[in-house]
């Protein structure tokens, strides 16, 4: 699903040069659940944001289901991005104006997702999510845990092929945490592919395959358990 | 979607009241104004618009030219010319000659009228559009018995039956038959009369009017179909000359369309003035109210950009594309315009009748006319058009990783732009006020100058009986008994609203191909006296003198213009009559002071028009009560009428007064709608700077130096737009000012005054927001952030 060749990024500013991405050389399978960890400043987090199409490589090649996207216009990215790509993000980025169910139906309208189907998959969802008495709130009257679970419904309501997750956990207690951890399992053993940032080995364990990251190189790579 | 760009505008709405206020309220003001001056401005084109054959419709003007290079232009043309308009000119479909209009007073058994109207040609009704409810248009000026009277007049004299067959007496006069009734004239039209009486009777009884030596009534011509206006005009100029009809003049056509507007000739040129200078100021100074009111918009909107990146990042990051996030930019600016659309017109309607006071305007919105709602749907379109499209760009424009991160930054140029729109609306705030400063002090200059003669108390008192004209002397002698009455005399005209001129007058040694404009004026005895004028020497009319019947009173420019030194004694001749200098006066007013002071001849005139009484009182009432008493003893058929020569005067600046107020009016509009806009970015900038103002408290800053630095900004952009605004200010008031001949020099001064009371207002207007911030305790601030 996901081959990346020498992919580079370097942020450059008036007098500092950073390679954030050097030449990452990295293969994920369709259904895989991976997990990226490393210190930070280690380049993660921008590979996350390279793959997750919102941000562009400076150099090598990113080829998404064998079509090379690392180069595309911002304008393609966001069509690619649309209908196969999914965002769950440390600090849940929900729209403050927006209820639970219209965050989570938000993705749906960019896709013109006829509105009786847009209902009922939000209601799906939230009631997957056990959210659905949060149904009508603002996302500042929801503890993390419940707003990280609409922000994973809405990275999943349009069906996308790949989850990219960054930190999902971080913001969120233990037991928060594992729950949005047990979701991002199950949405993969229904076959969505989740390739997840994390600084925790317990998280991180929940995938398949941990890939190590290092002054923005892949240093190691781990097989958690065997990918089926 | 829409329904969900809607909602959420609404929500950001809400949630941000006080910024959702600044927005809705500040472009609520300017569409007000922008509304408010469109529709003065529509009337304005409205005038004399309701002819249908306005296109064909055109008034006949006179260039006069005089040996010393002026050029007059008039209105008024000689009697025979409609005639030979008519005969001689193939592409002329019909003249008609009206005469100014002139006040009657009308009897029909029990009820009277006093009112204005005009005596025009039988082809009136057909060249103008002033439908006849009654009678035929055709026929009811061919006779000189003849009237045709307006509904307003037909309701006064005939309340319960019909007008038309009827006669009706006008007093001191004889009896007419009615045989039209108008409907009344609509207000956009620059004739106004109650009544029509055919022009054959107006000739008859004014012989003048036959010959081609004197200008007295206005005539018109209606141009047949298809016929270029050039052919026309072509013609014209050898018209007038042929024949020695008139020789130093020729003619030229004015379209009615144009009558009202553009009324400023100069040297024999439309000279680019007039009202039309007027409409177009005003809707400059509206169209620059309603920009300040979008630039809040804007740089309030694009100030609020860190606050929405976020957002914008997670709508990208989640799918939407460029077109998506600037449909819902659009869809707020929308819903933002609307409401300050609702709010703007309702104010307007409000305030309207205020307005209307104010500046004695007669304004009118209709919510059921088709222009009103032309006029709400542009504005409404170019808000959006002005407001909305840069804040969408802007705000859609960003990368969603850089929006989603927070790591945005503000673009120098978006914060540039912001900077040169804010230094714009103080520019224009600078550059009104200071304006409208000038304004107000040529109006207090006008209203102040000491223009010659004595108006304080000076009454002017129509004769409107020629019975009382001849008993003037017994009437003046009445009249002094009054005790508080100190002088009374005569007048064919009022001295501050002078009217007749003539070229007929010549002196010694001038040279024969020479030929000179003189203002005349009919006095009578103790003229002087009564008005207070200026005797630099030799003496007033008196009865004393029996000769004065032949002598003249001329002022300094008279003087100077005949080359005399010493004019006492020296004589100047009306054609062949000659006329002996007895008196000097010192130069005075006898028009605005727009105009010059022309060389005048006061002689005595036994066509008495006014009777001119000064009072020395303040028991006015009182004075006014006994004057009535002795006129009523004389003239009892006519209601006792007066005016006070200032009061006469002012009517002059009726316009200048009107402009002066519209431009308080905007000029506090614009102050208010730059401090609308300060006092937002402040609001934004403090949100924005919270992590700061608490650090800098924690290092030591006070409360003033926190004040200062929000302050430091404004003050710059305030003193650029200051050294912006002074000379186009500077340049505007000066342009405006050489209308007047008589006019004040533009102090220095005012443009520093100015620029540090708008300094203060924006520096208040911060001050009193960042302040609250500044004496907060700093941990709040650094635990908020």
Request: proline content about 3%; aromatic content about 10%.
């Amino acid at each position: 699903m996901i081959k990346t060749v020498n992919l580079t990024k370097v942020y450059r500013s008036d007098e500092v040069e950073t390679t954030a991405l050097n030449e990452v050389n990295i293969e994920i399978k369709e259904g895989e659940f991976v997990s990226v960890m490393g210190p930070s400043g280690c380049g993660k987090s921008t590979l996350l944001n390279v793959l997750g199409m919102i941000d562009s490589p400076t150099a090598g090649d990113y080829l998404f289901n064998g079509q090379e996207v690392g180069r595309l216009s911002e304008s393609k990215r966001s069509d690619v991005r649309k209908h196969n790509l999914g965002f769950v993000f440390q600090s849940f980025n929900l729209i403050d104006e927006l209820t639970v169910f219209e965050n989570v139906e938000l993705p749906m309208l960019y896709t013109k997702v006829p509105s009786a189907e847009r209902k009922t998959r939000v209601n799906e969802l939230l009631e997957g999510m056990n959210i659905m008495h949060r149904r009508n709130h603002f996302p500042q009257q929801l503890s993390g845990g419940q707003q990280q679970r609409v922000a994973v419904a809405r990275a999943v309501v349009n069906k996308p092929r790949l989850i990219l997750a960054d930190e999902p956990t971080g913001n969120l207690d233990s037991s928060n945490g594992d729950e949005v951890m047990k979701i991002l399992s199950e949405l993969n053993s229904t076959g969505t592919t989740i390739l997840m940032v994390t600084h925790s080995q317990y998280c991180a364990e929940f995938g398949n395959r941990i890939i190590r990251m290092l002054d923005g190189k892949v240093v190691v790579e781990n097989v958690v358990k065997q990918y089926l | 979607m829409l329904l969900n760009n809607l909602k959420i505008s609404w929500r950001r709405l809400w949630l941000d009241k006080t910024t959702s206020s600044i927005h809705i309220f500040s472009l609520a003001l300017g569409i007000a104004s922008c509304l408010l001056i469109s529709a003065w401005i529509f009337q304005q084109f409205q005038v004399d618009s309701f002819h249908e054959k306005e296109d064909r419709l055109f008034q006949v003007w006179e260039n006069q030219y005089y040996s010393d290079g002026t050029i007059l232009s008039v209105r008024a043309t000689p009697g025979p010319l409609k005639k030979v308009l008519e005969e001689e000119m193939p592409n002329v479909a019909k003249a008609v000659r009206t005469t100014w209009e002139i006040e009657k007073e009308f009897r029909k058994e029990q009820h009277t009228a006093t009112t204005y109207g005009i005596y025009a040609d039988d082809g009136f009704f057909q060249v103008f559009t002033f439908p006849l409810s009654e009678g035929d248009a055709n026929t009811a000026l061919s006779k000189p018995d003849h009237i045709v009277i307006s509904q307003k007049m037909a309701d006064q004299l005939f309340p319960d039956e019909t007008a038309v067959g009827q006669s009706v007496e006008i007093i001191n006069e004889q009896s007419y038959t009615v045989t039209g009734v108008m409907k009344n004239i609509p207000k956009a039209s620059t004739l106004y009369f109650d009544y029509v009486l055919p022009f054959k009777k107006f000739e008859s009884e004014n012989e003048w009017l036959l010959g081609w030596q004197n200008n007295g009534p206005n005539t018109w011509v209606l141009l047949k179909k298809g016929t270029l206006l050039t052919d026309v005009e072509n013609k014209l100029t050898t018209l007038i000359k042929k024949d020695s009809r008139q020789k130093n003049t020729e003619l030229f056509l004015q379209s009615i369309k144009d009558r009202y507007l553009y009324t400023n000739y100069e040297n024999g040129q439309y000279a680019g003035g007039g009202r039309i200078e007027k409409v177009r100021l005003f809707g400059v100074i509206a169209l620059l109210i309603f920009l300040i009111s979008c630039i809040n918009f804007i740089s309030l909107t694009t100030a609020r950009v860190s606050k929405r990146a976020k957002e914008v990042g997670i709508r990208k990051v989640i799918g939407a594309n460029k077109r998506a996030l600037v449909g819902q930019f659009f869809t707020e600016a929308i819903l933002i315009s609307f409401l300050a659309l609702l709010i703007g017109t309702s104010l307007l309607l409000f305030i309207l009748p205020y307005f209307n006071t104010y500046t004695n305007s007669s304004i009118v919105i209709s919510m059921y006319s088709q222009e009103t709602w032309i006029g709400l749907t542009s504005v409404f379109l170019l808000t959006i058009l002005i407001a909305g499209s840069y804040p969408s760009f802007v705000l859609s424009s960003f990368g969603p990783l850089t929006a989603i991160t927070n790591r945005f930054k503000q673009k120098t140029s978006q914060g540039l732009l912001r900077n040169i729109l804010v230094v714009g609306q103080f520019t224009v705030a600078i550059a009104l006020i200071a304006g409208t400063w000038v304004v107000f002090q040529q109006i207090q200059f006008l209203q102040q100058k000491e223009i010659g003669f004595n108006q304080q108390q000076l009454l002017y008192i129509p004769i409107k009986s020629p019975e009382l004209a001849q008993k003037y002397p017994v009437l003046k002698e009445d009249l002094l008994k009054i005790p508080s009455v100190q002088s009374v005399s005569a007048c064919n005209q009022k001295l501050n609203d002078i009217r007749y001129n003539t070229s007929g007058i010549t002196w010694k040694g001038m040279p024969p191909e020479e030929d000179h404009l003189f203002t005349t004026i009919g006095a009578n005895f103790d003229f002087v006296k009564t008005t207070g004028l200026s005797l630099k020497e030799g003496r007033d009319f008196s009865i004393a003198h029996r000769a004065d019947s032949m002598n003249v009173i001329i002022n300094e420019a008279a003087a100077k213009l005949m080359g005399m030194d010493a004019p006492i004694g020296e004589s100047l001749y009306f054609g062949e009559e000659p006329a002996q200098i007895i008196g000097l006066v010192k130069d005075f007013h006898m028009y605005s002071l727009k105009y010059e002071i022309t060389p005048a001849v006061l002689y005595v005139d036994p066509d008495l028009s006014y009777v001119y009484v000064q009072v020395a009182t303040d028991d006015i009432p009182n004075t006014l009560a006994n004057l009535e008493q002795t006129f009523n003893s004389y003239q009892s058929n006519f209601p006792f009428d007066y005016q006070f020569a200032d009061e006469k005067y002012s009517q002059y600046y009726q316009s200048e007064r009107f402009t002066s107020q519209i431009a308080i009016l905007f000029s506090i509009l614009a102050l208010l709608l730059c401090g609308l806009g300060v006092l937002g970015l402040t609001i934004f900038s403090l949100e924005r700077r919270l992590k700061e103002i608490g650090i800098r408290k924690v290092l030591g800053a006070s409360a003033g130096q926190i004040v200062g630095l929000f302050s430091k900004n404004i003050l710059q952009m305030v003193g650029l737009a200051f050294f912006i605004a002074t000379p186009i200010a500077y340049y505007f008031s000066q342009q405006w000012l050489e209308d007047f001949a008589y006019r004040i020099e533009i102090t220095w001064w005012v443009f520093p005054v100015v620029g540090l009371g708008v300094l203060l207002f924006a520096l208040l207007t911060i001050s009193l927001h960042s302040l609250k911030a500044a004496v907060a305790s700093p941990i709040s601030s650094l635990r908020k952030e």
